[in-house]
């Protein structure tokens, strides 16, 4: 079975829900966080100190973290769809005040709600 590559309009599709992410998570705003993840067990999210696995402890630890210096810039992202119901976001970050670059990957899922994470993972590189 060979899958479409980014297909424009999934392409679209899928940079339009990883910017609502962006926009939500530097915001802060965590009923369209909550939202963008798939409410499910299976669900993951490997952070940069934390290791997340399930929909409910992700929505824990976005509820007990800091609010504070969430703001960053993003570089060298690249979103590749599969089809039209899988996609793959990834992107590397900076925060003011940190020499670290970060990298971050999404796992994309069409579900009958919307495009949902169903994996996620964050981590530096160190300099």
């Known amino acids: 079975m060979e899958h479409e590559i980014n297909l424009p309009e999934v392409v679209a599709e899928v940079t339009a829900a990883f910017a609502r ?46 609010p504070k210096n969430l703001a960053r810039d993003l570089r060298q992202t690249v979103i590749t769809t599969y089809g039209r119901d899988y996609a793959t976001a990834n992107t590397e970050f900076t925060k003011a ?17 919307g495009w949902r994470i169903v994996a996620a993972h964050v981590s530096w590189m160190d300099n």
């Open 97 to 113: 005040g940190e020499a670290r670059v970060g990298r971050q990957s999404h796992t994309w899922l069409r579900l009958p709600q």
């Open 21 to 66: 992410y962006e926009c939500a998570l530097v915001n802060n705003d965590l009923v369209i966080l909550d939202e963008l993840f798939w409410n499910s067990p299976h669900t993951l999210r490997y952070g940069a100190t934390e290791n997340l696995i399930g929909y409910d402890t992700i929505q824990a630890f976005r509820n007990s973290r800091s």
